[in-house]
């Protein structure tokens, strides 16, 4: 049984961070790439950051290239999105996304985190 869960979300004020979790199981962590996406009220979901879990490589969004930083600990099945100097645009709801990398269709989502930025 596959499950993608997301943690750590919340209210932040400008200017701070947190760190988003997603813990996994039920499949071979390795063999995905492991994505974040971001979708606000009124907007499309949107990709934040993606990372190969076998190489570590990583791309992120241009709005949060230097801002937010996503990595992986294999060991537990886990990655992570760190976001500093949060501002209220970040605002939205943060899912996971595990995709088989030579399976486009072999995909798992989360069921999201919100993070509300606001004085």
């Known amino acids: 049984q596959v499950q993608v869960v997301e943690s750590g979300g919340g209210l932040v004020q400008p200017g701070g961070s947190l760190r988003l979790s997603c813990v996994t199981s039920?499949?071979?962590?390795?063999?995905?790439?492991m994505s974040w996406y971001r979708q606000a009220p009124g907007k499309e979901r949107e990709l934040v950051a993606v990372?190969?879990?076998?190489?570590?490589?990583?791309t992120y969004a241009d709005s949060v290239k230097d801002q937010f930083t996503i990595s992986t600990d294999n060991a537990k099945n886990t990655v992570y999105l760190q976001m500093n100097s949060l501002k209220p645009e970040d605002t939205a709801v943060y899912y996971c996304?595990?995709?088989?990398?030579?399976?486009?269709?072999?995909?798992?989502w989360g069921q999201g985190t919100q993070v509300t930025v606001s004085s």
């Open positions: 039920g499949f071979i962590f390795s063999d995905y790439d």
């Open positions: 990372i190969d879990t076998s190489g570590g490589s990583a």
């Open positions: 996304k595990a995709r088989l990398r030579w399976s486009l269709s072999t995909l798992y």
